[in-house]
């Protein structure tokens, strides 16, 4: 009997300890709880700490079961960080490594809101700010990531707000040639304005800066 027992207390203690030790139930635990502490993150606003804790996942567990979705998440994260550039970095990684991702469009929604506010810092979010005066390089790639998504993807949930952005875009873009042909006029470069009023009128039509293009 003592013999038996023995062998049992031997068994016993090796299938805990090999229950204790399983790699895969800790990797497992240990994915998930980085996960949801990114999460947690994300719920609190904490955005720099959730691209982190996201990152830190990917890299932990490149293969696991939140990978693609931390993916995902990352684009937000580094958007809602005010960090545009590193958001459409890390939406042309998701298209580029998983192009057939059910929720692929949303990688192409976020690309185009990250470039549709480029250039806008803290203040400009809060106060009023003309963006017709500034680089229109953004805005033209916002609208083109835009049509994109429409293109691709014309039944997706993002696509009625991408929509009304390219509208917006289109506007804003008629207004920034109006800026620049002023420029050229008051400087007496007639030539160089009336090519950007043909400019509007030919290819912005639909735009509320035809009459001052006209004009």
């Not at 805005?139 to 994109?148: L, N, Y």
């Not at 875009?169 to 008629?174: Q, S, V």
């Not at 735009?207 to 001052?212: F, H």
Request: aromatic content about 12%; proline content about 6%; charged content about 25%.
């Amino acid at each position: 009997m003592r013999v038996v027992k023995h062998g049992l207390m031997i068994l016993l203690v090796g299938v805990l300890a090999a229950c204790a030790s399983d790699p895969n139930k800790e990797a497992e635990s240990s994915e998930k709880k980085i996960y949801e502490k990114a999460q947690e993150h994300l719920e609190n606003g904490n955005f720099s700490l959730a691209v982190q804790n996201l990152q830190l996942l990917e890299s932990r567990f490149p293969f696991g079961p939140y990978a693609e979705q931390a993916q995902l998440e990352i684009i937000y994260a580094h958007y809602r960080s005010l960090e545009p550039e590193a958001a459409i970095a890390a939406a042309d990684r998701f298209i580029r490594l998983h192009p057939q991702h059910p929720n692929v469009d949303y990688a192409y929604y976020m690309r185009g809101l990250a470039n549709y506010t480029e250039g806008q810092g803290l203040l400009e979010r809060f106060f009023p700010t003309d963006m017709t005066q500034r680089d229109p390089g953004a805005a033209i790639q916002a609208f083109e990531d835009f049509r994109q998504l429409l293109q691709r993807f014309p039944n997706s949930q993002y696509a009625p707000d991408a929509r009304a952005r390219m509208i917006h875009l289109r506007n804003r873009l008629a207004r920034y040639e109006i800026n620049v042909a002023n420029y050229y006029f008051k400087r007496k470069a007639y030539l160089a304005a009336a090519n950007r009023g043909r400019y509007v009128v030919e290819n912005l039509p639909q735009t509320s800066a035809v009459p001052d293009a006209l004009a």
